[in-house]
């Protein structure tokens, strides 16, 4: 099903010295140390950790004896937990990294059906478009806020925009509600999305679709009604996702929205002027590399560089890879670009925000660093 058609396909340029050389020492490296570049033991006691840590924080919210500002509080790690899952577990899972046998990553990748995602939708979205053309505007859809935001200089500018390194925080918090309400059945409606083509779900892709829905409305909402008002589940179920919304959007956003990452564009022949690995380490920005907490919850994607060269390898190797990585660039002279920390990486992409915001003759006139 993965194949974008439709719109003039974009052709980078042949591969050349530098992913071989890349993949040589990479594979030399599993070598050396033995280890499997999927199906780590680090992973499942992680996925146990965090589907643990999300049934706690759940019975704390819907099924403990508990005063009603603990029921509140529990909902923020909730969110978390949410997020968590679909950093580590869904992530990797969906581009076949979790595991070596197949039918076992196809299982844990349902872990996004049950938060309330598709999954077979999100394979189009994140595997396909983004992991193809990465900030190539028009071709990946995950710079494509339509009318509420702009996130490339070809996008159109409305006055709005010039408030959008303020408002956007709030958007974050709201796409969760929106990706389980609207995106999925939306983009199965139309069979696209954004400019693409996408297959519709069939058989059963479309009974994991609805199965999925209905898992996660019982679980929102069915269950949790039992016990609490409808409305006060309303609002649990609200605020952990905005919770959510933001951890997810925040940490996909800082790897490539930002003021340090390309947007390349193709020529009129819709050629590309970098081989299709150079393309990712150009619009790809690592973030926080030292922080092993963040880099535990985050599933790697802290290491998105790595990710983005190498999607079938599971992100507890990241960080050896990145040393690799980062050497093969400096040889090849490809800016590897990393921010030292997590929030340096917030403020890049509130200065990226704002600029993008301004009109595009404004923003024309001042240089990125200032903006
Ligand atoms: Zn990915």
């Given at each position: 099903?993965?194949?974008p058609?439709?719109?003039?396909?974009?052709?980078?340029?042949?591969?050349?010295?530098?992913?071989?050389?890349?993949?040589?020492?990479?594979?030399?490296?599993?070598?050396?140390?033995?280890?499997?570049?999927?199906?780590?033991?680090?992973?499942?006691i992680?996925?146990?950790?965090?589907?643990a840590?999300?049934?706690l924080?759940?019975?704390i919210?819907?099924?403990?004896?508990?005063?009603?500002?603990?029921?509140?509080?529990?909902?923020?790690?909730l969110?978390?937990?949410?997020?968590?899952?679909?950093?580590?577990?869904?992530?990797?899972?969906?581009?076949?990294?979790?595991?070596?046998?197949?039918?076992?990553?196809?299982?844990?990748?349902?872990s996004?059906?049950?938060?309330?995602?598709?999954?077979?939708?999100?394979?189009f979205?994140?595997?396909?478009?983004?992991?193809?053309?990465?900030?190539?505007?028009?071709?990946?859809?995950d710079?494509?806020?339509?009318?509420?935001?702009?996130?490339?200089?070809?996008?159109?500018?409305?006055?709005?925009?010039?408030f959008?390194?303020?408002?956007?925080?709030?958007l974050?918090?709201?796409?969760?509600?929106?990706?389980?309400?609207?995106?999925d059945?939306?983009?199965?409606?139309?069979?696209?999305?954004?400019?693409?083509?996408m297959?519709?779900?069939?058989?059963?892709?479309?009974?994991?679709?609805?199965?999925?829905?209905?898992v996660?409305?019982?679980?929102c909402?069915?269950?949790?009604?039992f016990?609490?008002?409808?409305?006060?589940?309303?609002?649990?179920?609200?605020?952990?996702?905005?919770?959510?919304?933001v951890?997810?959007?925040?940490?996909f956003?800082?790897?490539?929205?930002?003021?340090?990452?390309?947007?390349?564009?193709?020529?009129?022949?819709?050629?590309?002027?970098?081989?299709?690995?150079?393309?990712?380490?150009?619009?790809?920005?690592?973030?926080?590399?030292?922080?092993?907490?963040?880099?535990?919850?985050?599933?790697?994607?802290?290491?998105?560089?790595?990710?983005?060269?190498?999607?079938?390898?599971?992100?507890?190797?990241?960080?050896?890879?990145?040393?690799?990585?980062?050497?093969?660039?400096?040889?090849?002279?490809?800016?590897?670009?990393?921010?030292?920390?997590?929030?340096g990486?917030?403020?890049?992409?509130?200065?990226?925000?704002?600029?993008?915001?301004?009109?595009?003759?404004?923003?024309?006139?001042?240089?990125?660093?200032?903006?």
């Amino acid at each position: 099903m993965q194949s974008p058609s439709d719109s003039p396909a974009v052709k980078f340029s042949p591969h050349g010295d530098f992913r071989r050389t890349l993949r040589e020492r990479v594979d030399a490296y599993f070598a050396r140390t033995g280890l499997e570049p999927r199906g780590q033991w680090a992973m499942y006691i992680k996925s146990v950790v965090l589907f643990a840590w999300f049934g706690l924080a759940y019975s704390i919210v819907v099924f403990a004896p508990v005063p009603f500002f603990v029921r509140l509080l529990a909902v923020i790690p909730l969110g978390l937990a949410g997020a968590g899952i679909g950093f580590s577990v869904m992530h990797d899972a969906g581009h076949g990294s979790y595991s070596k046998n197949s039918k076992f990553n196809q299982l844990m990748f349902y872990s996004l059906d049950f938060l309330g995602g598709s999954s077979y939708v999100w394979r189009f979205k994140h595997n396909t478009l983004h992991h193809t053309y990465a900030n190539i505007e028009g071709h990946d859809d995950d710079i494509n806020m339509g009318i509420l935001g702009r996130l490339a200089e070809g996008q159109r500018h409305v006055a709005a925009h010039r408030f959008q390194h303020i408002y956007v925080w709030f958007l974050y918090g709201m796409i969760g509600v929106k990706w389980h309400f609207y995106d999925d059945f939306a983009t199965w409606y139309a069979g696209r999305l954004g400019d693409r083509e996408m297959p519709r779900p069939r058989g059963k892709d479309a009974v994991a679709l609805i199965v999925g829905k209905l898992v996660f409305l019982s679980v929102c909402f069915v269950i949790p009604s039992f016990f609490h008002h409808i409305g006060w589940v309303i609002l649990f179920y609200l605020m952990a996702a905005f919770v959510e919304g933001v951890a997810l959007a925040v940490v996909f956003q800082l790897a490539h929205c930002v003021e340090e990452a390309d947007f390349p564009l193709p020529d009129e022949a819709m050629r590309m002027q970098t081989d299709w690995a150079t393309h990712q380490v150009l619009t790809t920005v690592d973030f926080a590399p030292n922080n092993r907490l963040l880099s535990w919850y985050v599933g790697g994607l802290n290491f998105q560089i790595e990710h983005h060269l190498f999607p079938k390898i599971t992100h507890v190797h990241y960080p050896a890879i990145a040393e690799i990585v980062r050497e093969t660039c400096n040889e090849f002279a490809i800016p590897y670009r990393v921010q030292p920390t997590f929030f340096g990486g917030v403020r890049s992409h509130y200065r990226f925000l704002r600029r993008m915001g301004r009109t595009p003759e404004a923003g024309a006139l001042l240089p990125a660093a200032s903006a």
